[in-house]
């Protein structure tokens, strides 16, 4: 078994990251560097772990149970998911919590009621009690629409972050976490494209539904073509089952079934240059996986999203594959997961579509809820 963590191996990642000119481009086809593999171990185990986390978070999502300055704060890449550090209780105590846009409450294993913030403290803050802390970061920290959330008892006006590529999980580095709760003025930040937030129209007080970010995904192209995606499965429907969220809480994005089986096979109708990986699908629930050993760059049909409003998000490649290497054997996989990822039950209601972490990753994304609208652009987040 292969370490990635040489320090060589560190070096070209960066220099990949340094000097590799924007590979988001009008062509069809998008190039990633076969170095930038994911580092583990047990890269199986790894991408397993990772699918498995994504359709655990997609069965919570579907079936819940139910101002100051701005403040920047680190985001951290932790395990699949993005950490900031708060302190609560007298004297504080530093806890890492999970940014999750998906709920809107605060968990943290019990210590006291005062929020301290980099530059204030918010007495009585409204959290929860957590019981399970076995894993770091210990705590939950709910950015979702309830009123109970991160935002809301906090007053923002919006709030922004950067995903800093899930290469640099677990290690010293980190982006940012932007709170703003300053009243502003509705312009719209330099190079941002946006489309509405929406909200689930069923959702009403006591539905988790209404905590989820909408967003009106309305097509998917793959290498320029458009993926024929039922309307009914892009929308709610008249029990708010349905529709597309923004998830910061998922690494890999979801898709039900009908729709990850149209997008898989538009990647496997248009990839000519690489056989299947039949056998890396079998160990770790993902497809189409391919098999590119012997090749130093990977060329695939480019993933793109287009909202409501005209706002399109060209993905970068290594936002919708990831590679792996080991031992002799180098193969690329789709980063989604649909409900039969891994012969689970069929997961039936809410969003359909979950756009999770991994997609954004080198995205700074914007949750204007003063003007009810989510933007986005390409940004280096390291
Ligand atoms: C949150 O909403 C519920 C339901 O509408 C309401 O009863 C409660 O008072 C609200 N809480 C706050 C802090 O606004
Ligand atoms: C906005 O886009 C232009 C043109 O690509 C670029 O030169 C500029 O640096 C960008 N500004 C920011 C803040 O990203």
Same mark, same amino acid.
């Given at each position: 078994m292969n370490s990635f963590a040489s320090s060589s191996y560190i070096v070209s990642i960066l220099l990949v990251y340094a000097f590799?000119?924007?590979?988001?481009?009008?062509?069809s086809s998008l190039t990633i560097s076969i170095f930038d593999t994911i580092r583990h171990p047990d890269p199986y185990k790894r991408l397993t772990h990772l699918a498995t986390t994504s359709i655990a978070r997609a069965k919570h999502i579907k079936n819940p149970q139910n101002a100051p300055n701005p403040t920047t704060t680190p985001l951290s890449p932790f395990s699949g998911a993005y950490s900031i550090s708060l302190g609560f209780g007298t004297p504080p105590q530093i806890i890492p919590f999970v940014?999750?846009?998906?709920?809107?409450y605060t968990w943290f294993p019990?210590?006291?009621?005062t929020l301290t913030m980099p530059h204030e403290k918010i007495e009585d803050f409204l959290v929860g009690c957590s &019981?399970? /802390?076995? $894993?770091?970061?210990a705590g939950l920290a709910g950015f979702g629409r309830g009123n109970s959330s991160f935002p809301s008892q906090l007053g923002l006006k919006k709030f922004s972050y950067c995903l800093i590529s899930?290469?640099?999980?677990?290690?010293e580095k980190s982006s940012f976490l932007l709170m703003d709760a300053e009243s502003d003025s509705g312009s719209k930040t330099e190079n941002f494209s946006y489309t509405p937030m929406l909200?689930?129209? &069923?959702? /009403?007080? $006591?539905?988790?539904?209404?905590?989820y970010y909408y967003v009106g995904l309305r097509k998917i192209t793959v290498g320029g073509k458009k993926v024929e995606i039922l309307h009914k499965d892009l929308s709610p429907d008249s029990n708010g089952d349905g529709g597309t969220i923004v998830d910061s809480g998922t690494t890999f994005t979801y898709m039900n079934q009908a729709v990850f089986d149209l997008v898989a096979d538009a990647f496997s109708d248009q990839v000519k240059d690489y056989t299947s990986a039949e056998d890396v699908e079998a160990v770790t629930g993902l497809r189409p996986c391919f098999d590119v050993a012997g090749h130093v760059t990977v060329k695939m049909p480019e993933l793109k999203l287009h909202f409501k409003g005209g706002a399109e998000m060209a993905l970068p490649l290594e936002n919708y594959f990831i590679a792996v290497s080991d031992g002799g054997k180098s193969f690329v996989c789709l980063t989604a997961v649909t409900d039969d990822t891994l012969l689970g039950p069929e997961l039936v209601g809410g969003p359909s579509v979950i756009l999770g972490n991994f997609l954004m990753q080198n995205f700074h994304v914007e949750f204007d809820l003063r003007n009810e609208r989510f933007g986005f652009r390409q940004q280096y987040c390291s």
């Open positions: 590799s000119p924007s590979i988001s481009s009008s062509s940014m999750d846009t998906g709920s809107s019990c210590y006291g009621g &019981v399970f /802390s076995s $894993n770091q970061p899930h290469k640099f999980d677990n290690t909200k689930n129209p &069923v959702g /009403s007080e $006591n539905s988790a539904l209404s905590d």
